[in-house]
């Protein structure tokens, strides 16, 4: 059973930083292509950022690229992403699951966990 504990959300003002982690168990994770997504109220699900199994290529929204940052340490287990110069629009549940990319990222299966909320005030 695959499981995910993402951490690191909170109430941060604009402008502000915050770092997400997500512990994944129960897929090869250092073989898995891992990426963050999120989606807030009424909104769709927005790919945010999507890595390849090994870091050698990532995708990431136009409207995070310049400001959010996704890594990863597959000796454990766990994916980041660095947000800066947070902004209310980004104000979403965020969730870390297996990613892909044609045109735009997607979501390969379904997330693991709980997620976890950013909130940004004005």
């Known amino acids: 059973q695959v499981q995910a504990v993402e951490s690191g959300g909170g109430l941060v003002q604009a402008g502000g930083s915050l770092r997400l982690s997500c512990i994944a168990s129960?897929?090869?994770?250092?073989?898995?292509?891992m990426g963050w997504f999120r989606q807030a109220p009424g909104k769709e699900r927005e790919g945010v950022s999507c890595m390849t199994y090994n870091g050698g290529r990532i995708w990431s929204s136009d409207s995070v690229k310049s400001r959010f940052t996704i890594s990863r340490d597959n000796a454990k287990n766990t994916l980041y992403l660095d947000m800066n110069n947070l902004q209310p629009e980004d104000t979403a549940m965020y969730h870390c699951?297996?990613?892909?990319?044609?045109?735009?990222?997607?979501?390969?299966?379904?997330?693991w966990g709980q997620g976890t909320q950013v909130t940004v005030s004005s």
């Open positions: 699951a297996a990613c892909a990319f044609r045109t735009s990222i997607f979501l390969v299966g379904d997330y």
């Open positions: 129960g897929l090869p994770f250092r073989y898995s292509n």
